[in-house]
């Protein structure tokens, strides 16, 4: 265990963690953040959360031609980075990000708990270092549950029209004027299937069941909507396309029947997951598993000291500059209170 007790500890390397970390690193706190392991090994944090799986990012402010996810975090990365901010990783050592052919290879940490019991709290690492901190800003995202596929994921991951968001994805051209399914039965899928009625020429509902989830207004709204069609009773088994989707394979699952559907793109809006159970139950949260705020125009949260920003606080907003703005608040919040506590 290091003595030395950090200022502020971030945990969550997406919109909302990197913004928390250029303003905490701009009020001279020198924030230290868990950035989290790639996708591919198991972890709290994908580095750069979910914009790190989007290709294009077309509704962030300031980006008239659009960026791509993982650019938008390479750059708040670099920004944190200029100010001041630290970052764990194998070998102690904050990357230059700025330069990634520097030759060295960056591993980023994972915290494995946290004892927030008493102050300063403590931060257990993935490699069972003890990390203190006078306060920590939780910052670790939702991940938007995926059906399982493997052509999902891969049509997923190279903008070949499969989608997590429709809100962040939908006004594409490639989606302009096609028919395209939404899998899910809840409010979600419901939103998300209307806001897709604005650029498509039909949006198929995929739920396996013959009702919705949804609540009741939602449903009749999808209802309503004459580019609605539903197909009842099927769930996806797989996707087709090489670099774009064409179809989605569907088998009923009443009857054990597939068919297969051609749409050119796939939103899928089955929930959302937030990562919140590394925290084993030391703050308090939903239902759902959100983190609750103890004031919902602040970032704090049922322990004194931790502060929440971004997904893994709102299971209604989930877009990237709302994170970031939570990420804001969460920093100056922690601010103020390490002021307020005698720590500057
Ligand atoms: P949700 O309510 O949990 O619905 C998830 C849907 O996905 C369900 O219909 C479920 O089917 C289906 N599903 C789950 N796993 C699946 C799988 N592996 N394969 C196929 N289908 C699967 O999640 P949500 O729609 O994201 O909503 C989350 C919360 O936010 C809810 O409380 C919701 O009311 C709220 N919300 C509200 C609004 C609004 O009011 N404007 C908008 C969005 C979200 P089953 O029905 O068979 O379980």
Not at 245 to 268: E, N, Q, Y
Request: glycine share 10%; with cysteine; net charge neutral.
């Amino acid at each position: 265990m290091s003595d030395a007790v950090e200022k502020v500890i971030i945990i969550g390397s997406g919109p909302a963690g990197w913004t928390a970390a250029i303003y905490a690193a701009r009020a001279n706190l020198t924030p230290l953040v868990f950035a989290g392991r790639p996708k591919s090994q198991p972890s709290l944090v994908l580095p750069g959360g979910q914009l790190m799986l989007t290709t294009e990012v077309e509704n962030y402010p300031g980006f008239k031609h659009g960026i791509t996810g993982p650019k938008l975090m390479s750059e708040f990365e670099q920004q944190a980075v200029r100010f001041g901010t630290r970052i764990v990783t194998d070998d102690g050592m904050t990357p230059d990000v700025s330069n990634p052919d520097d030759g060295h290879s960056y591993k980023y940490h994972d915290v494995k708990s946290v004892d927030f019991s008493k102050r300063p709290f403590k931060i257990i690492g993935e490699d069972d270092k003890v990390y203190l901190a006078h306060s920590v800003i939780v910052a670790t995202g939702a991940t938007a549950n995926w059906i399982g596929l493997e052509n999902e994921m891969r049509l997923a991951r190279t903008g070949g029209g499969v989608s997590a968001c429709a809100v962040c994805d939908g006004a594409m051209p490639i989606f302009r004027n096609k028919e395209l399914a939404v899998v899910g039965g809840g409010d979600s899928a419901v939103e998300e299937a209307t806001y897709l009625t604005k650029f498509a020429s039909k949006v198929h509902m995929i739920h396996r069941r013959d009702q919705l989830r949804a609540s009741k207004i939602m449903a009749q709204r999808a209802h309503d909507n004459p580019k609605i069609n539903f197909q009842w009773n099927k769930t996806v088994v797989d996707v087709l396309g090489d670099q774009a989707i064409t179809a989605v394979r569907l088998k009923d699952t009443v009857t054990g029947a597939t068919s297969d559907l051609p749409v050119g793109g796939l939103f899928v809006a089955i929930g959302h997951t937030p990562a919140t159970k590394f925290l084993n139950g030391q703050l308090e949260l939903d239902a759902k598993g959100y983190i609750k705020l103890k004031d919902p125009y602040r970032s704090t949260t049922s322990v004194d000291g931790v502060f929440v920003a971004g997904d893994c606080a709102d299971s209604v907003y989930r877009q990237a500059i709302t994170a970031a703005g939570m990420g804001c608040k969460a920093a100056i919040d922690a601010e103020r209170w390490l002021a307020d506590h005698g720590v500057h």
